[in-house]
């Protein structure tokens, strides 16, 4: 694992000429509890700035992608709400908070252009059953299990069947649910120091 003393990390907003890097970042790689989108989706998302990335860099060396998430309306998701989603930090660079500061980021701007709170919008997170990675970061945001266990036809959504299924055919995942009461409150303890 890397050295947090050798490395600077930064968060960011995708831009335009990330889409191919992020795309090859994000479904080149091994995991796969990660909802596959085409380079077409990953666009229109960046263009959207939606999309926050993580960049880790050392010493003389030029930024990389270490991670990336993004929240996405109801009006492009198949299941009608806003959703966390594409959320992936690579294995050499979990255990620095990475994680946490993407969805802090992408919250926020979820907050400020969606208006969630106002609207009374919750945000969900889906996470497939057998991925332990991301629950513990999520359960600290505030986010809280909603539904266990949920069976969702491989071809139901686009994207899917890559993923590991059960004996029934189906991918299961659980739900997880960030009340709009919620957003102040992770913001609040993300961005109060401690004394």
Same mark, same amino acid.
């Given at each position: 694992?890397?050295?947090?003393?050798? !490395?600077?990390?930064? @968060? &960011? %907003?995708?831009? *335009?000429?990330? *889409?191919?890097?992020?795309?090859?970042?994000?479904?080149? !790689?091994?995991?796969?509890?990660?909802?596959?989108?085409?380079?077409?989706?990953?666009?229109?998302?960046?263009? &959207?700035?939606?999309?926050?990335?993580?960049? *880790?860099?050392? /010493?003389?060396? =030029?930024?990389?992608?270490?991670?990336?998430?993004?929240?996405?309306?109801?009006?492009?998701?198949?299941?009608?709400?806003?959703?966390?989603?594409? $959320?992936? %930090?690579?294995?050499?660079? !979990?255990?620095?908070?990475?994680?946490?500061?993407? /969805?802090?980021?992408?919250?926020?701007?979820?907050?400020?252009?969606?208006? +969630?709170?106002?609207?009374?919008?919750?945000?969900?997170?889906?996470?497939?059953?057998?991925?332990?990675?991301? &629950?513990?970061? #999520?359960?600290?945001?505030?986010?809280?299990?909603?539904?266990?266990? %949920? $069976?969702?036809?491989?071809? $139901? @959504? +686009?994207?899917?069947?890559?993923?590991? !299924?059960?004996?029934? =055919?189906?991918?299961? /995942?659980?739900?997880? #649910?960030?009340? +709009?009461?919620?957003? #102040? %409150? *992770?913001?609040?303890?993300?961005?109060?120091?401690?004394?």
């Amino acid at each position: 694992m890397a050295e947090a003393s050798d !490395r600077k990390f930064r @968060i &960011r %907003v995708a831009k *335009a000429s990330d *889409a191919r890097l992020l795309h090859t970042f994000l479904f080149a !790689r091994p995991d796969n509890h990660i909802r596959e989108l085409t380079i077409e989706d990953v666009s229109g998302m960046i263009r &959207r700035r939606i999309v926050h990335i993580a960049e *880790a860099s050392a /010493a003389s060396q =030029g930024w990389d992608i270490a991670g990336a998430c993004y929240i996405d309306g109801p009006e492009t998701r198949e299941l009608g709400q806003y959703e966390l989603g594409g $959320a992936y %930090v690579s294995p050499e660079y !979990r255990g620095f908070g990475i994680f946490r500061a993407l /969805a802090t980021s992408a919250i926020v701007n979820h907050l400020v252009k969606d208006h +969630p709170i106002a609207n009374g919008e919750p945000l969900i997170a889906h996470v497939h059953d057998k991925n332990a990675w991301p &629950r513990h970061t #999520l359960e600290g945001l505030g986010f809280i299990l909603h539904a266990k266990d %949920v $069976a969702y036809a491989a071809d $139901a @959504i +686009p994207g899917l069947g890559h993923m590991p !299924r059960h004996e029934d =055919g189906c991918i299961h /995942a659980d739900t997880y #649910l960030f009340p +709009p009461e919620q957003f #102040l %409150v *992770a913001i609040q303890d993300d961005v109060t120091p401690e004394t």
